[in-house]
């Protein structure tokens, strides 16, 4: 399952991260661990699907890194010592912004999955199901992050 | 063709990085964990390690005090990798003896960067 999992109820609830150092060491590790992948196989498969790839399939390659980089920017941002207006939101509002680009990058894929397979680029269409596989863990371990720490 | 030895226990970081460093031409050898890649390091002398530093069984940080005790592996480079991207996250892996430090995720013109350099090969070219 990708990504469509249904919001917990965290309304009126705002993100306290822990003190602990480690804890928030390992917690910003693990967040940040599954948008490897996710950029690394797009970079990739746009490097071996080179010219024998369609223009359109391409052109989807590019906009799931550009998500990817999106749900970067946002997991930085919840773990910068600068004010941010994420930090503003309450826990419900946060779920929705990494959902929305959670959310896209999963429909992405397996468009693009599909794409794939039709355009005979079979070790791209394994490497999307491998980025869909990361999403889903992306998003698991900010929807527990977020049930551990809104209070 | 410099061969290299990736340690990093995530199978898909694993598979991608690799087959992105052997388009570029290098020979690549793998460990899951840092146990293995001391062992590996020992037994194949690689001319440079990218370590992972969260790893199991023995982690990235004293694999490479390990590999840099060792008189047969301590000239071998180690350019550390990691998600950590906190403060003070470099000057730990430099004082277990890393000569380099790059984040995950990887940008990987600024890694085949620090790989030409601590190998003495000439600047990277663009992918094939």
């Given amino acids: 399952m990708r990504a469509n999992r249904s919001p917990p109820k965290l309304a009126q609830r705002h993100l306290r991260l822990p003190a602990d150092t480690e804890e928030l060491r390992a917690l910003r590790h693990d967040l940040r661990t599954p948008i490897n992948p996710l950029l690394g196989y797009c970079e990739l498969i746009v490097e071996e699907a080179g010219d024998a790839a369609p223009g359109p399939f391409l052109a989807g390659m590019r906009k799931l890194h550009a998500t990817g980089a999106q749900m970067l920017k946002l997991t930085n941002e919840i773990f910068s010592d600068q004010p941010s207006g994420l930090r503003q939101l309450d826990c419900a509002e946060l779920q929705c912004e990494f959902r929305g680009p959670a959310e896209a990058a999963a429909t992405l894929c397996r468009q693009l999955e599909q794409q794939a397979v039709v355009a005979a680029l079979p070790v791209a269409a394994r490497d999307l199901q491998r980025i869909g596989v990361a999403v889903d863990r992306w998003l698991k371990r900010i929807e527990e992050m977020l049930e551990e720490n809104c209070r | ?128």
């Avoid at chain 2, 460990?31 to 390091?41: I, L, Q, S, Y």
């Avoid at chain 2, 199991?56 to 940080?61: A, I, S």
């Avoid at chain 2, 085949?112 to 663009?126: G, I, Q």
Wanted: charged letters at 30%.
């Fill in chain 2, 1 to 128: 063709m410099p061969k290299i030895l990736l340690v990093e226990d995530n199978e898909m970081n694993r598979d991608m990085l690799s087959r992105r460093l052997v388009r570029r031409g290098f020979e690549v050898s793998l460990a899951v964990d840092g146990a293995e890649g001391v062992t590996r390091c020992e037994e194949e002398l690689p001319d440079l390690v990218i370590m992972d530093l969260g790893l199991p069984v023995m982690d990235g940080w004293e694999a490479t005090k390990r590999i840099k005790a060792t008189t047969t592996t301590r000239h071998i480079p180690v350019i550390a990798l990691t998600a950590h991207a906190m403060m003070g996250e470099e000057e730990r892996a430099a004082a277990a003896g890393c000569d380099a430090f790059e984040t995950k995720p990887v940008e990987l013109p600024r890694l085949l960067a620090k790989m030409a350099a601590l190998l003495k090969l000439p600047p990277p070219a663009p992918a094939p």
